[in-house]
Protein backbone atom coordinates (compact mmCIF):
# COMPACT_ATOMS: atom_id res chain seq x y z
CA UNK A 1 0.00 0.00 0.00
CA UNK A 2 1.51 3.88 -0.76
CA UNK A 3 3.02 5.72 1.98
CA UNK A 4 1.17 8.35 0.12
CA UNK A 5 -2.19 7.40 0.30
CA UNK A 6 -1.83 7.31 4.22
CA UNK A 7 -2.77 11.22 5.03
CA UNK A 8 -4.26 10.76 8.80
CA UNK A 9 -1.89 11.84 11.39
CA UNK A 10 -3.24 8.84 13.67
CA UNK A 11 -5.30 6.13 11.91
CA UNK A 12 -7.23 5.51 8.65
CA UNK A 13 -9.36 2.03 7.91
CA UNK A 14 -8.97 0.86 4.16
CA UNK A 15 -11.88 -0.82 2.62
CA UNK A 16 -10.92 -4.38 0.60
CA UNK A 17 -13.22 -6.80 -1.04
CA UNK A 18 -14.25 -9.25 1.21
CA UNK A 19 -15.78 -9.69 4.44
CA UNK A 20 -13.46 -10.72 7.93
CA UNK A 21 -13.49 -9.56 11.48
CA UNK A 22 -11.66 -6.19 11.67
CA UNK A 23 -8.09 -6.85 13.71
CA UNK A 24 -7.47 -4.50 16.63
CA UNK A 25 -4.03 -3.17 16.81
CA UNK A 26 -2.47 -0.76 19.46
CA UNK A 27 0.81 1.08 18.72
CA UNK A 28 3.19 2.46 21.33
CA UNK A 29 4.27 5.21 21.53
CA UNK A 30 2.60 7.67 19.39
CA UNK A 31 5.17 10.27 18.92
CA UNK A 32 9.32 9.52 18.56
CA UNK A 33 11.41 11.80 19.27
CA UNK A 34 14.98 11.37 17.59
CA UNK A 35 18.64 12.74 17.40
CA UNK A 36 20.77 12.36 13.51
CA UNK A 37 23.67 11.04 15.87
CA UNK A 38 24.30 8.86 19.04
CA UNK A 39 22.08 6.94 20.95
CA UNK A 40 19.07 9.20 20.10
CA UNK A 41 19.57 8.06 16.96
CA UNK A 42 17.63 4.78 17.44
CA UNK A 43 14.20 4.15 18.88
CA UNK A 44 11.96 1.01 19.21
CA UNK A 45 7.85 1.17 18.46
CA UNK A 46 5.63 -1.32 20.04
CA UNK A 47 2.50 -3.32 18.09
CA UNK A 48 -0.02 -5.41 19.93
CA UNK A 49 -2.14 -7.47 18.61
CA UNK A 50 -5.48 -7.22 20.70
CA UNK A 51 -7.45 -9.42 18.48
CA UNK A 52 -8.01 -12.94 18.25
CA UNK A 53 -6.42 -13.37 15.27
CA UNK A 54 -2.39 -13.85 13.36
CA UNK A 55 -1.86 -9.93 12.55
CA UNK A 56 0.21 -9.47 9.77
CA UNK A 57 1.48 -5.85 9.32
CA UNK A 58 4.20 -4.07 7.41
CA UNK A 59 6.19 -0.87 8.74
CA UNK A 60 6.13 2.36 5.91
CA UNK A 61 7.99 5.45 6.76
CA UNK A 62 7.18 8.44 4.89
CA UNK A 63 8.21 12.36 5.20
CA UNK A 64 6.05 14.98 6.46
CA UNK A 65 5.44 18.40 6.08
CA UNK A 66 2.36 20.57 7.44
CA UNK A 67 1.30 24.08 6.47
CA UNK A 68 0.50 26.28 8.44
CA UNK A 69 -3.05 25.06 9.30
CA UNK A 70 -1.72 21.86 10.17
CA UNK A 71 -2.63 19.85 7.03
CA UNK A 72 -0.24 17.30 6.39
CA UNK A 73 1.70 16.22 3.34
CA UNK A 74 3.51 12.99 3.43
CA UNK A 75 5.84 11.52 0.66
CA UNK A 76 8.10 8.36 0.16
CA UNK A 77 10.91 8.45 2.83
CA UNK A 78 12.18 5.37 3.70
CA UNK A 79 15.56 5.45 2.55
CA UNK A 80 16.00 7.26 5.69
CA UNK A 81 15.48 4.73 7.86
CA UNK A 82 16.25 0.84 8.69
CA UNK A 83 13.36 -0.38 10.34
CA UNK A 84 13.65 -4.02 11.79
CA UNK A 85 11.61 -6.17 10.88
CA UNK A 86 9.93 -4.57 7.59
CA UNK A 87 7.05 -6.94 7.96
CA UNK A 88 6.04 -9.17 10.44
CA UNK A 89 2.85 -11.59 11.93
CA UNK A 90 1.92 -10.92 15.17
CA UNK A 91 0.30 -14.08 17.34
CA UNK A 92 -3.27 -13.29 18.90
CA UNK A 93 -2.24 -10.90 22.30
CA UNK A 94 1.47 -10.76 21.25
CA UNK A 95 3.54 -7.65 20.76
CA UNK A 96 6.11 -6.88 18.40
CA UNK A 97 8.46 -4.54 18.49
CA UNK A 98 10.10 -2.33 15.88
CA UNK A 99 13.44 -1.09 15.72
CA UNK A 100 14.01 2.05 14.10
CA UNK A 101 17.47 3.42 13.30
CA UNK A 102 18.43 6.76 11.67
CA UNK A 103 20.63 6.23 8.38
CA UNK A 104 20.48 9.64 7.11
CA UNK A 105 22.49 12.50 7.35
CA UNK A 106 24.33 12.30 11.44
CA UNK A 107 25.11 16.16 10.67
CA UNK A 108 21.56 16.57 10.11
CA UNK A 109 20.82 20.53 9.14
CA UNK A 110 17.73 21.09 10.59
CA UNK A 111 14.77 18.81 12.10
CA UNK A 112 12.64 16.22 9.48
CA UNK A 113 9.76 14.72 9.97
CA UNK A 114 7.88 11.18 9.31
CA UNK A 115 5.25 9.37 9.94
CA UNK A 116 5.95 5.41 10.50
CA UNK A 117 2.66 3.69 9.50
CA UNK A 118 1.99 0.30 10.86
CA UNK A 119 -0.19 -1.33 7.83
CA UNK A 120 -2.23 -4.70 8.03
CA UNK A 121 -1.67 -6.30 5.36
CA UNK A 122 -4.78 -8.17 3.77
CA UNK A 123 -5.06 -12.03 3.95
CA UNK A 124 -5.75 -13.34 0.96
CA UNK A 125 -9.23 -15.15 1.18
CA UNK A 126 -10.05 -18.94 -0.10
CA UNK A 127 -10.92 -18.97 -4.11
CA UNK A 128 -15.23 -18.25 -3.57
CA UNK A 129 -15.20 -16.14 -1.59
CA UNK A 130 -17.04 -12.62 -1.96
CA UNK A 131 -16.99 -9.49 1.04
CA UNK A 132 -15.35 -6.84 2.66
CA UNK A 133 -12.82 -6.80 5.28
CA UNK A 134 -11.75 -3.63 6.89
CA UNK A 135 -7.86 -3.09 7.52
CA UNK A 136 -5.75 -1.02 9.72
CA UNK A 137 -3.06 1.50 9.28
CA UNK A 138 -1.69 3.22 12.62
CA UNK A 139 0.83 6.02 12.15
CA UNK A 140 3.28 7.30 14.84
CA UNK A 141 4.96 10.48 14.24
CA UNK A 142 8.96 10.90 13.99
CA UNK A 143 10.62 13.23 14.22
CA UNK A 144 14.49 13.46 14.07
CA UNK A 145 16.47 17.02 15.52
CA UNK A 146 20.18 17.22 14.75
CA UNK A 147 22.54 17.22 17.50
CA UNK A 148 23.10 21.09 18.12
CA UNK A 149 20.16 23.20 18.16
CA UNK A 150 17.25 24.73 20.60
CA UNK A 151 13.55 25.23 19.35
CA UNK A 152 12.13 28.25 19.15
CA UNK A 153 8.95 29.79 19.42
CA UNK A 154 7.64 33.39 18.88
CA UNK A 155 4.19 34.75 18.35
CA UNK A 156 3.46 36.74 15.23
CA UNK A 157 -0.17 37.30 15.89
CA UNK A 158 -3.53 36.61 17.98
CA UNK A 159 -6.68 36.12 17.20
CA UNK A 160 -10.06 35.32 18.64
CA UNK A 161 -12.30 32.38 16.98
CA UNK A 162 -15.79 31.32 17.46
CA UNK A 163 -16.24 27.94 17.77
CA UNK A 164 -19.63 26.09 16.62
CA UNK A 165 -20.99 26.06 20.57
CA UNK A 166 -20.59 29.74 20.34
CA UNK A 167 -18.29 30.07 22.62
CA UNK A 168 -14.92 32.00 21.77
CA UNK A 169 -11.47 31.05 21.84
CA UNK A 170 -8.01 32.85 21.75
CA UNK A 171 -5.52 31.96 18.82
CA UNK A 172 -2.29 32.30 18.07
CA UNK A 173 0.71 32.04 15.12
CA UNK A 174 3.45 31.05 16.20
CA UNK A 175 6.78 30.99 14.06
CA UNK A 176 10.22 28.58 14.21
CA UNK A 177 12.89 30.36 13.98
CA UNK A 178 15.51 27.56 15.16
CA UNK A 179 16.96 24.80 12.82
CA UNK A 180 15.07 22.57 15.41
CA UNK A 181 11.55 21.74 15.06
CA UNK A 182 9.39 22.68 18.59
CA UNK A 183 6.84 21.23 19.92
CA UNK A 184 3.87 23.70 21.48
CA UNK A 185 3.05 21.60 24.47
CA UNK A 186 6.83 22.03 25.90
CA UNK A 187 6.28 25.22 25.95
CA UNK A 188 4.25 27.71 28.48
CA UNK A 189 1.28 30.24 26.79
CA UNK A 190 0.90 33.40 28.69
CA UNK A 191 -2.24 35.33 27.89
CA UNK A 192 -3.67 38.66 28.64
CA UNK A 193 -5.85 41.49 27.70
CA UNK A 194 -7.16 44.52 30.07
CA UNK A 195 -7.32 42.94 33.39
CA UNK A 196 -7.79 39.64 31.93
CA UNK A 197 -4.82 37.21 32.09
CA UNK A 198 -4.45 33.09 31.74
CA UNK A 199 -1.55 30.56 31.79
CA UNK A 200 -0.82 27.59 29.51
CA UNK A 201 0.72 25.04 31.09
CA UNK A 202 2.69 22.32 29.07
CA UNK A 203 0.61 19.55 30.35
CA UNK A 204 -2.94 21.51 29.60
CA UNK A 205 -1.64 22.10 25.97
CA UNK A 206 -0.78 18.72 25.91
CA UNK A 207 -4.10 17.15 26.85
CA UNK A 208 -6.09 19.65 24.62
CA UNK A 209 -3.75 20.71 21.36
CA UNK A 210 -1.94 17.70 21.08
CA UNK A 211 1.81 17.03 19.32
CA UNK A 212 1.81 20.93 18.44
CA UNK A 213 4.65 20.45 15.96
CA UNK A 214 5.96 23.41 14.69
CA UNK A 215 9.05 22.59 11.95
CA UNK A 216 11.89 24.66 11.62
CA UNK A 217 11.42 27.99 9.47
CA UNK A 218 7.65 27.48 9.53
CA UNK A 219 4.74 29.04 10.97
CA UNK A 220 1.34 26.79 12.85
CA UNK A 221 -1.80 28.44 14.10
CA UNK A 222 -3.63 27.07 17.29
CA UNK A 223 -6.54 27.87 18.57
CA UNK A 224 -6.21 27.63 22.69
CA UNK A 225 -8.52 25.77 24.76
CA UNK A 226 -9.29 28.35 27.04
CA UNK A 227 -13.04 30.36 27.12
CA UNK A 228 -12.69 34.00 26.23
CA UNK A 229 -14.91 36.06 28.72
CA UNK A 230 -17.33 38.37 27.12
CA UNK A 231 -15.18 41.87 27.88
CA UNK A 232 -12.27 40.20 25.97
CA UNK A 233 -12.24 41.36 22.70
CA UNK A 234 -8.36 40.49 21.77
CA UNK A 235 -5.32 39.35 23.22
CA UNK A 236 -2.01 39.24 23.68
CA UNK A 237 0.21 36.60 24.03
CA UNK A 238 3.89 35.38 24.51
CA UNK A 239 5.26 31.79 24.88
CA UNK A 240 8.09 30.65 26.59
CA UNK A 241 9.71 27.25 25.80
CA UNK A 242 10.93 24.66 28.40
CA UNK A 243 14.64 24.74 28.77
CA UNK A 244 16.41 21.99 27.51
Known amino acids: MPALRHLSLWSVAFLFSWIS ?3 AMTVSPMQVEMVS ?3 QSHARVSVVNNSKNPLPVEAIIAKLSLDEAGKQKSVKGGDDFLVMPPQAMIPPGATQIFRIQWLGDPALARSESFMLYINQIPVKQPAGKNGLQFVMSIGAMVN ?3 ADGIPQLKVVSTGVTTGKNGKRYPS ?12 LPRATVHLASGNWSSTL ?3 LI ?3 VGIGLVQPGRRRKFTLPIELPATVARVNASVEMAKQ
Open 37 to 39: VGK
Open 201 to 203: TPN
Open 144 to 146: VAP
Open 21 to 23: VSQ
Open 172 to 183: ITVENPSNTHAL
Open 206 to 208: ADR
